[in-house]
């Protein structure tokens, strides 16, 4: 079993800065991938980044590259995703989620564990 629990998310304005933590208990946190998805009122949860299990491989949507950063620190069993120059179409709840096969995949469906969600709004 994993558990996730994310934080840091907030109101800022268009051009700020949020940091999403995403800390993991459980298995063996460096065994699994990690990814970062987003859901907008009215709309389907989708990808946002991903990070391997091995070699800090990293994914993003083209809609935040450039912007977002996803990085992991294996001594304190989390995942990160920094997020600069924020738009107000990026307000949603953020997901950080576990895939155990290590995939780093873009398919929600990959992924074994979710955590809880937390707010991002982003204000024009």
């Known amino acids: 079993q994993v558990q996730l629990v994310e934080s840091g998310g907030g109101l800022v304005q268009a051009g700020g800065s949020l940091r999403l933590s995403c800390a993991a208990s459980?298995?063996?946190?460096?065994?699994?991938?990690m990814g970062w998805f987003r859901q907008a009122p009215g709309k389907e949860r989708e990808f946002v980044a991903a990070i391997s299990w091995i070699g800090g491989n990293t994914y993003y949507a083209d809609f935040v590259k450039g912007r977002f950063t996803i990085s992991r620190d294996y001594a304190k069993n989390t995942v990160y995703l920094q997020m600069n120059s924020l738009k107000p179409e990026d307000t949603a709840v953020y997901y950080c989620?576990?895939?155990?096969?290590?995939?780093?995949?873009?398919?929600?469906?990959?992924?074994?564990?979710w955590g809880q969600g937390t707010q991002v709004t982003v204000s024009s």
């Open positions: 459980g298995r063996t946190f460096s065994r699994y991938a």
């Open positions: 989620a576990a895939d155990l096969r290590g995939k780093a995949a873009r398919d929600q469906n990959e992924y074994d564990y």
